[in-house]
């Protein structure tokens, strides 16, 4: 089979194996990309069994909670350099749209730039927005939660990871300062589940089968390598599930025990760009071709 030279580096960028290990995963599962990935942590050649997707806008998240403190909303807010990222109109832009999405009941991006204010739509604006600095920007997505307790917000690196959690409990100065520290750790250690029993049984019978064959190929005897995936399915919930987790504060402890009585009902975490590939600029280039012109 003709595997192509992009699929290679498209394995190879979310796994960290080698060129001629991944060809061959892709020779293996006939160029499958998901298949592959698996037969590489299989075999232990990927070095990463979970790789964050690659960070390529520019721009920042934003954050907002309404007065009452029972919502709150995070919206990313694209743009292509860092630089325009700084820029007040750019941040004053990022801000409205925060408020906007907690004043109004709102789905989808396309109804947020429907949105009128004056006259005018948030889309025209963010036309004239981009007319102006001369770059081009985007409203990605956005995020509302909403609790009858209260919610809480926290930025990481100024905007770059953006976090919204929703919580039930006494709304005092303890669980306040409990849900900013969650809400931290959260930015910190990327949880991909809230609690272990949101863990579907394909997910389950998916990693036990993959444990299962690098315990295989690691030679281990085949009746102890039932005993050994209690251990490493246990391991597994530790590293990817919130309440689960060792709370980064403290490792002694748990998420879910240092959250005593304060309930964490959902988790919204936005990290600036996953998913987007980068530009690849030339600066240099970028500058000649502005002179010449």
Known sequence: MNI??????????????????????????????EAAADYLREKGISKAAKKASRIAAEGLVFNAISKDN???????FNSETDFVAKNNEFK?????????????ELKTVEELKAIEIDGTTIETKLKGLIAKIGENMNIRRFAKVTSNSFVTTYLHMGGKIGVALQLEGDVNDDNKTKAKD?????????????????????????????LKAQLIEQGKPENIIDKILIG?????????CLLQQ????????????????????????????EGLEKRDEDFAAEVKAQMKG
């Open 4 to 33: 192509s030279a992009k699929l290679v580096m498209e394995l190879r960028g979310k796994t960290d194996a080698g060129m001629m290990d991944c060809k061959k995963a892709l020779i293996e599962t006939n160029g499958n990309l």
């Open 70 to 76: 029972k919502t709150a909303a995070l919206v990313e």
């Open 92 to 104: 004053g832009f990022g801000n409205l749209l925060t408020k906007l999405v907690i004043d109004n």
């Open 182 to 210: 969650i809400a931290m750790h959260v930015a910190a250690m990327s949880p991909d589940f809230l609690d272990k029993s949101e863990v579907t049984q394909n997910i389950l019978d998916k990693e036990r089968s993959i």
């Open 232 to 240: 490493k399915m246990n391991k597994f919930f530790e590293e990817n």
């Open 246 to 273: 060792k709370f980064v504060k403290d490792d002694k402890i748990t998420v879910e025990n240092y959250a005593g009585n304060l309930k964490v009902v959902s988790v919204v975490r936005f990290k600036l760009g």
